[in-house]
């Protein structure tokens, strides 16, 4: 297992991407980014106006230019987005320039941790489980194909998750 300077956090919406990257960062006296939030600052705009005036491709497309800048920092806990594993090059380079964890939750889960909040563009167009089911069928293999390490993150506390990890890394 290699020794990580950068630990990338990936999987999809509702794994705590976020909450557990916050958590390993202050741990390990790292620097947390997200992507999502560096996109937004960036552009000045929320995800959802990006998807609304530039589709999903757009979004893709600026999203794989934030990856490859913030992947390219040393000391820095990344969360990613759910669908940043699309992107070939994406994948190519948080495998490359990091050690990569896969936050799995189950589509149960991820409903109940997505199902009150309405700033996820993927989510609105249909049945929220059904997308949701779609997505984690389309996107596990793209997770594990650069995985370091598999956390499973259904019903677990922030800190529980963080702390896994760091045992498993140090």
């Known amino acids: 297992m290699k020794h990580p300077k950068n630990i990338f956090l990936i999987g999809p919406m509702g794994a705590g991407k976020s909450a557990v990257g916050r958590q390993l960062a202050r741990t390990l006296h790292l620097s947390f980014m997200d992507s999502d939030d560096e996109l937004e600052a960036r552009t ?16 893709r497309k600026r999203e794989a230019a934030v990856i490859d800048d913030l992947s390219g920092i040393d000391g820095v806990v990344l969360a990613t987005g759910g669908g940043a594993v699309v992107d070939p090059e994406s994948r190519s380079r948080l495998g490359g320039r990091g050690f990569v964890v896969y936050l799995y939750t189950t589509v149960d889960q991820q409903f109940a941790r997505t199902n009150k909040g309405r700033e996820r563009p993927l989510l609105e167009n249909g049945d929220r489980r059904q997308i949701l089911e779609e997505l984690l069928l389309a996107r596990d293999p793209l997770y594990r194909e650069i995985a370091d390490l598999v956390v499973d993150t259904d019903g677990r506390k922030v800190h529980s998750v963080a702390s896994e990890i760091i045992e498993k890394v140090s």
């Open 44 to 59: 000045g705009v929320d995800i959802a106006f990006i998807f609304e005036k530039e589709g999903e491709a757009g979004f």
